[in-house]
């Protein structure tokens, strides 16, 4: 979000962003990218600044308006960073493993269905103590249906938790309870070996109990967001600029060196690489916006241009309430008529991998994918049949939709041409503003929409959960399939992870097989940075962590 990505991202995004597992907002060619098969992030590391070093101010560019800076709400990777930067879960990624954070430590029963994790001695930024009725209450309210989170299924793994988010169960019945201030006990409804990384996500973070009650817009506004991480937030002029400064309730703040981070709000990635160039900023492109297109190549001979591959994957999204995408052969003749690795040779340009399939490679369930890339054959015959099911003789009015940005335009102007060539059709493209664009799509006004996914931890059940529940929080497709759900949850249960990877791999292959979604292409990561600017990690989910970052 990882997430949505705008890019986007969680959660892509992937540019708009990715979303958590972040679709994203600003991710395209070079998205957030949210490899991992152990998640080798990047981290950017030397020896710790001498006294004498510049000020220790980072500049950087969020592409977009973060939607909200309340971890609760966020599905995204550009509320993503600001929420990482200011908050600290009962874990933290670091080099990705998760390590303690906001917990001291913790036990886990023989079972593995009870975690009990103390909690340490630190306070919000306002100054109160962070409590473990702190993150009691964050959690029942992501859980509460009256909250609507869009990501209260990551919490699906406690006891009891699903049932109360639909409504079957009292929130008092979720297994997540605070023993006194500093004790938080955890039950799970199965085992599950990705937990601790997983609590290292925004959707786990505590919230401050007595602030949230005083005021429920308090993460709106700079004046009254409280948070328990390396920052807090000192300045949000909406649709301008973000500042963060070092918080000095922080319980590890000796590790923190920065004493400020500044955010621009530039939407044009032209003007965004202009202003790195000019001095102006310290860092452009992914994680948290993206370089444009048509300078990567001469970026990336000079090698000035930094890239990793993400598991995140950028794909289409059918409306398959609305004709014709109600029709699964019509879904799969766009998918396949698509040309993945021209886009990329063409387009992309940044190590991108054609996408057939929905998991990305570090975590893959099918090496070889489900589909033909650019199967014209194949497409032209599906589409003639599908609108014979349907019982027409032309298509009607086609729109695909993209929120604002010069790599999501170029990647949906190609992609209509050559539906034009090699179907016949001609397709509508419109674009909106990020936030305006994740609530259409969450509210089924589109037909195809793009959006990219980065994982928010690395399991293939985060890339295929998001399409289990019809009105689940980030399917927009709207398609929902009981031999899908079936295998999800035979999934939760199956302890031998041979077995368990093939009854994901036969769950996408269902996913595939009725093709809700277009995969397009595997994320990768392109910047630049100043070469003053160490520290910074990046993780292989794309995650962004400004915690040990410094200017040397």
Request: glycine residues 6%; aromatic residues 10%; charged residues 25%.
């Amino acid at each position: 979000m990882k997430k949505s990505v705008f890019a986007v991202v969680s959660s892509l995004a992937v540019l708009g962003t990715a979303l958590a597992g972040c679709s994203g907002g600003q991710q395209t060619a070079t998205p957030p990218a949210q490899q991992p098969a152990g998640n080798t992030g990047t981290t950017t590391e030397t020896p710790a600044p001498a006294a004498e070093a510049k000020p220790q101010v980072l500049r950087f560019n969020l592409h977009s308006e973060p939607p909200t800076a309340d971890p609760g709400l966020a599905e995204d990777t550009t509320s993503g960073a600001i929420i990482l930067a200011t908050f600290d879960g009962l874990t933290r990624i670091v080099k990705d493993k998760p390590e303690v954070a906001a917990a001291e430590s913790y036990t886990v029963s023989d079972d593995l269905l009870t975690y009990t994790f103390k909690i340490r001695d630190h306070k919000w930024s306002n100054g109160d103590p962070v409590t473990a009725h702190d993150f009691e209450f964050a959690w029942k309210r992501v859980l509460d249906p009256k909250t609507a989170s869009n990501y209260a299924y990551q919490l699906y793994y406690l006891k009891n938790a699903e049932k109360a988010n639909k409504g079957e169960a009292k929130l008092d019945e979720v297994g997540v309870k605070a023993l006194d201030d500093k004790t938080l006990e955890v039950k799970l409804e199965n085992p599950t070996p990705f937990f601790l990384e997983l609590l290292a996500f925004r959707t786990y973070f505590p919230i401050n109990q007595k602030v949230h009650e005083a005021n429920e817009k308090w993460a709106a506004e700079a004046a009254t967001h409280v948070g328990n991480g390396p920052f807090k937030m000192e300045l949000w002029e909406h649709k301008s600029k973000i500042t963060l400064v070092k918080n000095e309730n922080y319980w590890d703040k000796d590790s923190v060196k920065l004493e400020k981070i500044e955010f621009s709000m530039v939407e044009d990635e032209n003007t965004e690489l202009s202003m790195f160039e000019n001095g102006e900023l310290d860092w452009a492109g992914a994680p948290t916006s993206a370089l444009p297109t048509d300078a990567i190549p001469a970026l990336k001979d000079s090698g000035k241009m930094t890239t990793q591959p993400i598991a995140g994957t950028y794909w289409y999204k059918f409306n398959t309430e609305k004709a014709p995408f109600n029709n699964v052969k019509i879904r799969k003749a766009f998918t396949y008529s698509i040309d993945r690795v021209s886009l990329i040779d063409n387009i992309l340009q940044a190590g991108q991998l054609p996408a057939t399939g929905a998991v990305p490679p570090s975590m893959a369930l099918n090496k070889d994918g489900y589909f033909k890339d650019n199967d014209l054959e194949t497409a032209k015959k599906l589409l003639e049949e599908g609108m014979q099911e349907l019982g027409i003789t032309s298509l009607p009015p086609i729109t695909l939709s993209y929120n604002t940005s010069e790599g999501h335009k170029k990647i949906a102007e190609a992609i209509q041409d050559q539906w034009k060539k090699n179907l016949g059709v001609e397709v509508k493209l419109e674009n909106k503003e990020w936030k305006v664009y994740l609530e259409d799509m969450h509210e089924g006004n589109f037909q195809i929409g793009r959006m990219g996914w980065l994982g928010d931890f690395n399991d293939p059940i985060n890339f295929l959960e998001l399409y289990k529940d019809k009105y689940g929080g980030n399917n927009d497709t709207r398609w929902e399939h009981p031999k899908f759900k079936e295998l999800l949850n035979q999934s939760a249960l199956e302890m031998d992870m041979d077995k368990r990877k093939k009854i994901l791999a036969d769950a996408e292959q269902v996913l595939m097989d009725e093709m809700p979604i277009a995969p397009i292409y595997f994320y990768t990561q392109s910047w630049v940075q100043n070469e003053s600017v160490k520290g910074v990690q990046i993780t292989g989910l794309g995650d962004v962590d400004w915690k040990w970052a410094y200017v040397e």
